[in-house]
């Protein structure tokens, strides 16, 4: 099974994006064919400043091994490494109809949250389908916003092979439906662009903030409450251990949770959870050459690959001659 997804290196990595992607990802690696990497050309379209965007993808490359990705078992790469995905880019954007453009709910919102809406923004779904396709990926992990840029892969993908012949494989979406979206601290999905995130690496004091900002109702400590509809429960039940887990959810149905104590226990649960993660990240950062070196040896493998489909597209096309 050839399993792939992307990250952009656009902000401080989230228990979100680590619920939706990344673990997933991971939990993959041993018994797949495994295709990780860092999208900086994506995240060129709303970080327009040399320092943070170069400073950004180191840190999502250590962000990926500090968490378990081992790049000796997997192809881990920087998306603009390899020029073959730009040119795919073009020969599939010639045949993506405005249409499915306009219709993609994630530029209205990144437009309406103030990133420009230039046209990289607008053809970021067809950016997408070409990492995708190029590797003629069958399954990418990702949560659920990025569902609709699933669609818009697999239609290109039919559209493609139905124009020039059988080329690429039609990729599935992999939606954890328990973390499809793991809400903020305001309870609307969690996203670097709303700033409502719980950033997996930040430091203890931070931390704690994040987690006491939860918005919890004003329902009386011994008053029943639905745990379902309660975001620091969805959050708290990502890291709890299962007994503690049922006896937090029988609080919740029979009276008596305390949010704020809930909160406390969190903050340290957090804090374990991503300990030796935290420590690994450190270490990988100081040495950044070392890091460097890891994605160049992984744009080369991956590149082997990309030239295969790239020819081969380009045959079909009539790009050869
Ligand atoms: P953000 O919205 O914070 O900018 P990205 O767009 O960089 O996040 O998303 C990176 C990956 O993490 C994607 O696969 C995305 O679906 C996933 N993801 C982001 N936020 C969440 C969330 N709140 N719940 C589940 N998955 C998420
Ligand atoms: N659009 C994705 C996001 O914002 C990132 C991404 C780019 C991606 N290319 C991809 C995800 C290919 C999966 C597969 O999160």
Known sequence: ????????????????????????MIANMDQSEL???IVDLHALTSVQDRATLAQGT???AADFIALGLDPEKCLFWVQSDLPEVTELAWVLSSLTPMGLLERCHSYKDKVAKGIAPSHGLFAYPVLMAADI?????????????????????????IKFN????????????VID?????VPGVDGQKMSK???????????AKTLKKRVMAIVTDATPVEDPKDPDKC???????????AERLQEVHDLYVNGGAMYGKIKLELVDLLWEYFREAREKKQQLLAEPEQLRAILKQGAEKARTKAILTLDLVRERVGLKY
């Open 162 to 173: 139905n124009t020039f012949g059988e080329t690429f494989t039609v990729p599935e979406p």
């Open 177 to 181: 439906a328990n973390v499809a979206t």
């Open 58 to 60: 180191l840190e999502a």
């Open 193 to 203: 662009s709303y700033g409502n995130t719980i950033p997996i690496f930040s430091d």
């Open 231 to 241: 975001h620091l429960y969805s959050i708290y039940k990502l890291f709890a251990p």
């Open 133 to 157: 396709l190029l590797f003629q990926a069958e399954r990418v992990p990702v949560g659920k916003d990025q569902k609709q840029h699933l669609e818009v892969a697999r239609d290109i993908a």
């Open 35 to 37: 295709y990780a990497f």
């Open 1 to 24: 099974m050839r399993i792939l997804s992307g990250i952009q290196p656009s902000g401080q990595l989230h228990i979100g994006n680590y619920f939706g992607m990344m673990k997933p």
